[in-house]
């Protein structure tokens, strides 16, 4: 019999025997598996260093680094190879700063992580194959990752730590790429996230929640309108459990890299070889000698394939719509729109309504079943993007928009067909194109906040419009003195129309085509945040910068921007976090514009009070210029919205006003009892007035004619009430009109005149 105290040591050593075995054969699976077949979890744990452990000075091989290797260099199956994304033209394209700040560490930065990655890609990472054709393949896709989402909030707050913050609203959340600091900095919403010392122990750490390979970092200052801040070089560091951490080396040591200088410009450093993990970190080195250590970024990197992950799976949004979804420059814009109208010629139109700065003409496409012309009781549509050149995003939703129109048209979508049929929509992509051209140069991440917002000769278009606001209010606001001003079709004042005035060549081009088509109901896109935005967008009070200043029509703008924002997959997500400083949940992803911002002389105040047209801004998406693989799923969040905002504009009344002969007369005016606010008929004598569900006492009336007036209702089914109008002239219009006739004058002549004539007849006989 064996001793209790011999058989617990055995027992013992037999356990310690089992264990070693199992660990040497979880080595060897670990090692007979391809990277993308191990399971997510079981990577993390062969991958993951002691919790104290650190690389030693003379280590260079990192298990996380994309290394040759017998089973890492296998060539890449169809069904392994990561995602490609069709890159628009210099996508992502690198830059350096122009000056060199002092470095607070005496420590020389590297000249720039991509021209160092270039060096050693050859020697550090095996292709595939050894002939040239597949090495550049195997580039291509290499270099193909797109950015993690700091920008799009595709990363969420809780995936974003630092070592300190300097009070919360410098925080790791705010340190995205393109952050908008608030118009009172020292709040909750500052412009960059900045450390609470400036020292070499900093850091800003993301969390991409899986592997994932990290190929580039991209850096800004901070946004302040008072405050330099920026860093000028950092290293890079990875890590599979965020305990230890592997610096990203350059030969033998530690690589710095070169970030700004200046706070605004993005900087691109590519990282010399791909680095798999699931963490990584920025650690500042240097920053400029007169600011503090802050910093913007956006990380690029491939999330590794993950099919054990429900979570992923399960947010990761696919379309199932056949489009083009890429970046198009103007002449892919002009080649795509040329294609549509090949599939679908019978309801698509192109024409130009004038041409830019530089001579690009500005393009629309017509989708109506009789493109061309205009039908009398058919209302007009329009949207229209790109008045900000580098807001990109509302200029790719519409060229996806007319393709998705033309193939659900062929394929016979009834809502589509419908649609089509029963509305003449006018689609103009690019009211900008010189400026879309600055930004596209430049790629997606790497144009900042502004390049390419304005016109070739520095306007920006938004607000380049007629200030009828003003001439409103100051005529209401003195009615002793009987200043005779409309209500609706106001006039542009003389100073405008004038060569010498400051008026963007593309915003006269615009307004001729708003006053050429009777246009009903219209919505201009823009970016950089997501909210939908309704008029009046400037303050009617003096030295205010925000103020509600509501339209007459304000119930009707706000079921028109709640119709949008209601139906979009984000905008009135309670759980979503802000773009960049404003909450706009509290109105249900919707707000007055005047309430926002005040801004003189938007294309949605003018169209509101020089035309029929109701105007609306529909601010997109926080990124100006997403990625292009993130093209598919904004244009499912926005491609329902896209559609029921058109339909809006069959909601109403509508009709004709015609004289005893029938005939329609133009420039009619249609009033609506307690609304201070009129419309006029078209050149046929037709018109469109939108309004909610509700009874209404309508009146028409035209000078020369006697006014009529009429009860209309307007149900909550889509679809405009019939509401026509016949109205007769007035006696004194036809004495007019006969005595006109028989060329004789009116009676209205002067008793003195008609006496001084019937003398000069008298006198003839």
Known sequence: MIPLSKKGSCLSQLCLALCAFGLALLGDLSQALPMEDQDYYLQE??????????????????????????????PVTEAEEPPKFRQGKKELKQKKGNKKEKSILEIPPAKNGNKKGEKNKKGNEKMPDGDYESRRAYEVVRESCPPLGLETLKITDFQLHASTVKRYGLGAHRGRLNIQAGVNENDFYDGAWCAGRNDPYQWIEVDARR???????????????????????????????????????????????????????????ELPVPIVA?????????????????????????????????????????????????????????????????????????????????????????????????????PEFRYIAGAHGNEVLGRELMLLLMQFMCQEYLAGNPRITHLIEDTRIHLLPSINPDGYEMAYEVGSELGGWSLGRWTQDGIDINNNFPDLNTMLWEAEDRKK??????????????????????VAVETRAVIAWMEKIPFVLGGNLQGGELVVAYPYDMVRSTWKTQEHTPTPDDHVFRWLAYSYASTHRLMTDARRRVCHT?????????????????????????????????????????????????????????????????????????????????????????????????IRTASDGDYWRLLNPGEYVVIAKAEGYTSSTKNCA?????????????????NLARIKEIMEKFGKQPISLSIRRLRQRARQRRQQR
């Open 45 to 74: 744990i062969i991958n993951r260093d002691h919790y104290y452990s650190y690389p030693g000075p003379d280590e260079e091989f990192s298990p996380l680094t994309e290394q040759p290797g017998e089973e890492e260099t296998a």
């Open 211 to 269: 592997l994932t390979k990290f190929t580039g970092v991209i850096t800004q200052g901070r946004n302040s309108l008072w405050l330099s801040d920026w860093v000028t070089s950092y290293k890079v560091m990875v890590s599979n459990d965020s305990h230890a951490w592997i610096t990203v080396k350059n030969g033998s040591g530690d690589m710095i890299f070169e970030g700004n200088s200046e706070k605004e410009i993005p900087v691109l450093n």
């Open 278 to 378: 699931r963490y990584i970190r920025i650690n500042p080195r240097s920053w400029y000698e007169e600011g503090s250590i802050c910093m913007r970024l956006e990380i690029l990197g491939c999330p590794l394939p993950d099919p054990n992950n429900y979570y992923h799976r399960r947010n990761e949004m696919t379309t199932t719509d056949d489009l083009d979804f890429k970046h198009h420059n103007y002449k892919e814009m002009r080649q795509l729109m040329k294609v549509v109208n090949e599939m679908c010629p019978n309801i698509t139109r192109i024409y130009n309504i004038g041409k830019s700065h530089q001579g690009l003409k500005l393009y629309a496409v017509e989708i109506s079943d009789n493109p061309g012309e205009h039908e009398v009781g058919e």
């Open 481 to 502: 003195f009987q200043r005779k001003v409309p209500n609706h079709h106001i006039p542009i004042p003389e100073w405008y129309l004038s060569e010498n005035a400051t």
């Open 582 to 678: 404003e909450d706009f949940q509290k109105e249900d992803g919707t707000v007055n514009g005047a309430s926002w911002h005040t801004v003189a002389g938007s294309i949605n105040d003018f169209s509101y009070l020089h035309t029929n047209c109701f105007e609306l801004s529909i601010y997109v998406g926080c990124d100006k210029y997403p990625h292009e693989s993130e093209l598919p799923e904004e244009w499912e969040n926005n491609r329902e919205s896209l559609i029921v905002f058109m339909e809006q504009v069959h909601r109403g009344i509508k009709g004709m006003v015609r004289d005893l002969s029938g005939k329609g007369i133009p420039n009619a005016i249609i009033s609506v009892e307690g609304v201070n606010h009129d």
């Open 714 to 730: 307007v149900g909550y089914d889509m679809g405009a009430t019939q509401c026509d109008f016949t109205i007769s002239k007035t």
